[in-house]
């Protein structure tokens, strides 16, 4: 480039008499999450015409990388899905669960597409499976020939509510929970709620804890329904077996997903380190990296929202009375109060130093306020932790009264 010459739009400035430039550009993003039941049913056409920005017609070619064990459920109806409408699927098979979410499975996914020979204008990669999954494929594609467009069909709840509908990628990396990752969203993501029937409960527990977390820090409401209905819910898969059980597991998804959507839209890159959807992420990834493979994402996650919860009521934000509905809730959705890492004080605080170094040197921990709202704070100290982990113990260990017993008193309200 000759100096002077300005090839984008930009500025020029002397500096101390030397040429400087600064190029400046936006870049839109703008992705899709179309609700469909029953994807690969044979009439269902969501996939080729569902999303504007990813057509897909008959005597096109896809790379599909699937979770494998997603593929012996549902694999047949896939490729005759996919047979059906014209469409030339390779289909490959990944085993995808926390333990393998390292670099080699991206590998494994960067050989897939190499060998497919993946026009990467013309020819999104699918990635249809839980978080770790979509997580793996999403962080390949992204960084295949400098990003590669892919979609998603989460197959969990975890991934319906959450690993599904944002923009990030991820795996592991040594002890260092989703350490490689990148900014990538999804052309498009497609949620059918039909796969949850054959998830464990224990997984859609686990996803469960994911929606309660927005219930805590946005919305009473969806807190108030996840407390009436969350554990016939939960015991029906989301399934919608009957017509009550179908509004309110509706109302449920949709809920924390639109949720999810308005907390991260604004905030896409995470330019802005005071996120309340970072609730429940504060000490979580080292207590579910520690535990692996004992933990479960959202077993860590809620674990640590009892602890903050005890935290907050020691502060007096959430009163006694809120802090039993909360746990209440917990068991009632199948999810952990309490696990014996939390026994280990250096390990909070250890977790703690590691969120303040990735929160670029405050701790800005989202803080519940009551029920339904939150606050960001910065003085959590280690004696804190130390006596909410005493609480905590107490409530888990039943020493203290459930909700039922006591008259509610109102905090942030
Ligand atoms: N990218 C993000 O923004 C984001 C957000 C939240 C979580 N995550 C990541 O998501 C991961 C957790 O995802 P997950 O909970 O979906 O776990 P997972 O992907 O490990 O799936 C859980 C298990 O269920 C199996 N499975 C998947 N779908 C099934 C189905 N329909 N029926 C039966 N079995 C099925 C899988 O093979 C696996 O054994 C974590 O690694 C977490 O870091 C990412």
């Given at each position: ?5 300005v090839?984008?739009q ?21 992705y899709h999450v ?6 690969f049913?044979?009439?269902?056409t969501?996939?080729?015409t569902?999303c ?5 017609h ?5 790379l599909?990388?699937?979770d494998?064990n ?12 996919f047979?059906a ?17 390292q670099?080699d499975?991206?590998s494994r ?14 020819e999104?990669?699918?990635a ?8 793996v494929?999403g ?14 069909i989460?197959t969990?709840?975890i991934?319906?509510v ?7 990628t991820g ?6 929970k ?8 999804a ?40 407390e009436?209905r ?6 029906d ?5 009957t ?5 309110a597991?509706?109302?449920?998804i949709?809920?924390s997903?639109?949720?999810?959507l ?5 905030n896409l ?5 005071e996120?309340c ?10 207590l579910?990296?520690h ?10 996650v809620?674990i640590?929202?009892?602890?903050t919860?005890a935290?907050a009521?020691?502060?007096g934000?959430?009163?006694?009375a ?17 696990n014996?890492v939390?026994?280990?004080p ?13 929160r670029?040197?405050?701790q800005?921990?989202?803080l519940p ?9 910065n003085?959590?100290t ?5 006596d ?6 107490d409530?888990?260990?039943?020493h203290?009264?459930s ?6 008193e109102?905090?942030?309200?």
């Amino acid at each position: 480039m000759r100096s002077g010459t300005v090839f984008t739009q930009g500025l020029r400035q002397a500096v101390g008499g030397s040429p400087f430039w600064t190029v400046e550009a936006v870049r839109q993003v703008r992705y899709h999450v179309v609700s469909s039941n029953g994807l690969f049913e044979p009439g269902n056409t969501a996939l080729l015409t569902g999303c504007p920005d990813a057509p897909l017609h008959p005597g096109d070619r896809r790379l599909v990388v699937i979770d494998q064990n997603v593929d012996a459920l549902y694999g047949g109806a896939m490729r005759a899905w996919f047979t059906a409408h014209g469409i030339d699927a390779t289909v490959v098979p990944l085993r995808a669960d926390e333990a393998v979410k390292q670099w080699d499975a991206v590998s494994r996914v960067v050989d897939a597409m190499n060998d497919f020979g993946i026009d990467r204008r013309r020819e999104p990669v699918l990635a249809v499976g839980g978080g770790v999954l979509t997580d793996v494929v999403g962080f390949a594609a992204s960084l295949y020939r400098r990003g590669t467009p892919y979609i998603r069909i989460p197959t969990t709840l975890i991934g319906l509510v959450d690993a599904g509908v944002g923009v990030k990628t991820g795996v592991n990396y040594e002890r260092g929970k989703n350490r490689l990752g990148t900014y990538a969203p999804a052309t498009a993501t497609f949620l059918d709620r039909s796969f949850l029937r054959s998830l464990s409960l224990r997984h859609i527990s686990n996803g469960l804890a994911e929606i309660l977390k927005m219930a805590l820090i946005r919305s009473e409401d969806l807190f108030v329904l996840l407390e009436s209905r969350g554990g016939a819910v939960r015991a029906d898969r989301l399934q919608g077996t009957t017509e009550d059980l179908s509004r309110a597991a509706d109302a449920i998804i949709a809920e924390s997903i639109h949720l999810m959507l308005e907390e991260l839209q604004p905030n896409l890159w995470e330019s802005a380190l005071e996120r309340c959807v970072d609730y429940g992420h504060t000490f979580s990834p080292t207590l579910e990296m520690h535990a692996l493979p004992e933990l479960l994402h959202g077993e860590a996650v809620v674990i640590d929202m009892a602890l903050t919860t005890a935290l907050a009521t020691l502060r007096g934000d959430v009163a006694e009375a809120q802090a039993r509905r909360i746990y209440d809730v917990i068991r009632a959705l199948g999810l952990p109060l309490w696990n014996d890492v939390l026994d280990d004080p250096a390990l909070l605080d250890d977790a703690l130093l590691d969120t303040v170094r990735h929160r670029d040197g405050q701790q800005r921990l989202p803080l519940p306020i009551g029920i339904g709202r939150h606050h960001f704070v910065n003085d959590v100290t280690p004696a804190e932790l130390r006596d909410a982990t005493r609480l905590l113990r107490d409530h888990a260990q039943g020493h203290i009264p459930s909700a039922g017993s006591l008259v509610p008193e109102q905090v942030g309200a």
